[in-house]
């Protein structure tokens, strides 16, 4: 049975479960034509009431590209000639979790908190390459959502 695609998925990282949503969106041209496209990515801390969320926002810029599907796959983000991510791998959503927590997100804080993704995205991008070589599946995009973490304890988070 195939995934509603609205549906939150579950990903635990660091002895904490996360629900994570990836979202497209973008505003119209007054020619009706889209424009300001941007991939958000959002993070819900569990259980409710636990902690604001984390929203990390890839929005369309020079040298980057943030599509909505064809010619590239609905959920890519990238640089044109740099690395890329699929945000609909939770290995992906992984590795700009952890990326996010190096650089002072805290899970339990009490509000939400909207971050550019841009900085975060060579980070994790070099994180998932990393674990993708040494086999260790907790970044690498090969886990499933939810499943037990494998290879070690994870960072802590901040």
């Known amino acids: 049975m195939a995934r509603h695609r609205k549906k939150p998925r579950r990903l635990v990282a660091g ?8 979202r497209h969106s973008h505003h119209e041209r007054k020619d009706g034509r889209p424009a300001g496209c941007c991939q958000i990515l959002a993070l819900f801390p569990q259980p ?5 969320a984390l929203r990390i926002v890839f929005a369309e810029g020079p040298d ?3 599509p909505g599907g064809f010619p590239l796959g609905s959920g890519d983000v990238g640089y044109v000639r740099g690395p890329s991510l699929n945000l609909h791998e939770p290995g992906a959503v992984r590795a ?10 805290e ?3 009490p509000e939400a908190v909207e971050t550019d993704g ?11 390459a990393r674990n993708a070589a040494t086999g260790d599946a907790r970044n690498a995009g090969t886990e499933a959502a939810g499943a037990k973490k494998r290879g070690g304890p994870a960072p802590a988070l901040h």
């Open 96 to 105: 700009l979790l952890d990326a996010a927590s190096a650089r002072g997100w």
């Open 48 to 52: 409710a009431g636990t902690g604001g």
């Open 107 to 109: 899970p339990g804080g």
């Open 64 to 66: 980057r590209y943030v």
């Open 118 to 128: 841009w900085p975060l995205l060579e980070e994790a991008a070099e994180a998932r």
């Open 15 to 22: 002895g904490r479960t996360y629900l994570w949503t990836l």
